[in-house]
């Protein structure tokens, strides 16, 4: 059977998001078409293409999951491969794995005012050949961060180092470390998550980081969750849980924001209970900034903290001042040799998967424009985005997009309208859009979308906030504008 060509709604991307979006929306308007592009050849985005040893969520699965398909695994922190397994049984049960389209990767969207729709254009990546599609709505859900390469710096004498060099984002199968001296440069979740699982094997690992990061251990299974899940029906248990994880993390974070130094003394001392007598946390853990001006990196049952006592990982808080043929020379003299080096130092972050933008024949300038609720751009007709929190799970966020742009299609069919476009407003101050001072944020300046700095362009970063805005706001705000 040939697949259509037009379609009421196109979904741009079959990780998370794209999933959670296919479901609400097949869910909601059971009439309507849709379809689901993947540029890879499976599906589960982030949780399928990362293969480095480890991998694992770092926020509660209970917030992770879905809200219509609560996450009733084990484990509160879960392997990459339970994702994976949770996200292609969600995909099966709602029947979305039949309507995504793989090794299509959209490279332009144009918008027509006359014609009241997007013209995509498609390269398929397994056999070179292009095509067009046309969709009435189209929803970006293919998060922020490229696909294709990771970021790796230009560091001197890179070329002459003998050893292995390995990005986490392109983790080679056969990578054989065992008995090897191992340096992992960088000092965020996926540092922390390779060490303590690749230490097993290695015969010595290394932590090298520029700048410490805020590390907090977390319970890998919760037993007050599987005390719920046995006294409750499922459902309620679910809503209890979901409850108390999202109001736990959401309240450290803001918590933190309005007292720093207070936070800054207990994760002192929360991570000094795992951690051997005479480890220098001030100099390897203790970092500049207040805690959530980056991200807090969680780990699963201290098992960091726990590997530092062994002899085999160790941290260095230095400076990288080259590349030499056995490993990396520091700034401070010291030299660390290492079979393998892993720069775990962060993506390289593109808005929309890197696609072109026009609206009426003008290119859009994606870092022009505002956001409007954090999930619709300034004066870009019928479309929307997920991009989820960076101070709680991903999830949380994308479901509330999901059901906001599912009550919006629902509105314009009620009023037999056609297109909805967000009006910018004069005088708004921009903001970033995710507040964070992440380097891999910071090399983004200009490309990402901002916010504004009020309603309903500003940004909450607050779950409980967001909720109230999306799903019990008016439709017809007089921001948004509409036409038949």
Not at 146 to 172: E, M
Not at 312 to 338: P, Q, Y
């Amino acid at each position: 059977m040939s697949e259509a060509t037009h379609l009421n709604v196109l979904i741009v991307g079959a990780g998370l998001s794209g999933i959670d979006a296919a479901v609400h929306v097949s869910r909601a308007f059971p009439a309507k078409s849709y379809a689901v592009l993947e540029q890879r050849g499976e599906l589960g985005g982030t949780w399928s293409l990362f293969q480095y040893p480890g991998i694992r969520s770092d926020s509660d699965m209970y917030t992770l999951g879905f809200g219509f398909r609560p996450w009733d695994g084990e484990n509160a922190i879960a392997d990459g491969a339970d994702i994976l397994c949770y996200l292609r049984e969600t995909a099966a049960k709602y029947g979305v794995d039949q309507r995504i389209r793989y090794h299509h990767r959209a490279t332009r969207f144009s918008w027509s005012t006359d014609e009241k729709c997007w013209t995509v254009a498609i390269e398929h990546v397994d056999t070179g050949e292009t095509s067009t599609l046309t969709c009435d709505f189209l929803f970006s859900t293919s998060g922020y961060y490229d696909y294709d390469h990771g970021y790796t710096p230009d560091w001197p004498g890179l070329d002459a180092y003998r050893g292995t060099l390995v990005h986490p984002q392109h983790w080679p199968k056969d990578l054989d470390y065992t008995g090897k001296r191992v340096v992992v440069i960088g000092s965020g979740a996926t540092a922390v998550t390779l060490i303590p699982s690749m230490a097993r094997e290695t015969a010595h690992i290394t932590m090298l980081q520029r700048t410490p990061t805020y590390i907090v251990s977390q319970p890998r299974k919760d037993p007050f969750a599987k005390v719920l899940n046995k006294i409750l029906p499922g459902k309620l248990a679910a809503k209890v849980i979901h409850a108390r994880y999202a109001a736990v993390t959401i309240g450290f974070y803001e918590f933190c924001r309005r007292n720093p130094k207070t936070a800054r003394a207990l994760l002192e001392r929360w991570a000094k209970v795992h951690l051997p007598d005479g480890f220098d946390y001030a100099k390897h853990l203790r970092p500049p900034y207040d805690p959530w001006d980056q991200r807090l990196c969680v780990v699963p049952g201290a098992d960091l903290f726990k590997a530092i006592h062994s002899h085999k990982v160790d941290i260095v808080t230095d400076i990288i001042e080259r590349f030499t043929t056995n490993g990396v020379a520091l700034t401070s003299g010291r030299e660390l040799e290492a079979d393998i080096v892993v720069t775990a130092t962060g993506l390289e972050v593109v808005p929309m998967g890197k696609a072109e933008f026009y609206v009426d024949g003008e290119q859009i300038e994606l870092g022009n424009t505002f956001t409007y609720k954090a999930m619709m751009l300034s004066d870009v007709p019928n479309f929307a985005f997920v991009i989820g929190y960076s101070n709680a799970s991903w999830t949380l966020k994308a479901d509330l997009v999901c059901e906001y742009v599912t009550r919006l299609l629902d509105y314009m069919d009620q009023h037999n309208l056609k297109v909805v476009v967000p009006r910018l407003a004069e005088g708004l101050e921009p903001k970033p859009l995710l507040d964070l001072t992440s380097g891999y944020l910071q090399r983004a300046a200009g490309k990402l979308p901002v916010a504004g700095d009020r309603d309903p362009w500003r940004l909450k970063h607050n779950w409980y906030f967001d909720k109230k805005a999306l799903r019990n706001s008016r439709i017809d705000d007089g921001v948004v504008a509409f036409s038949e």
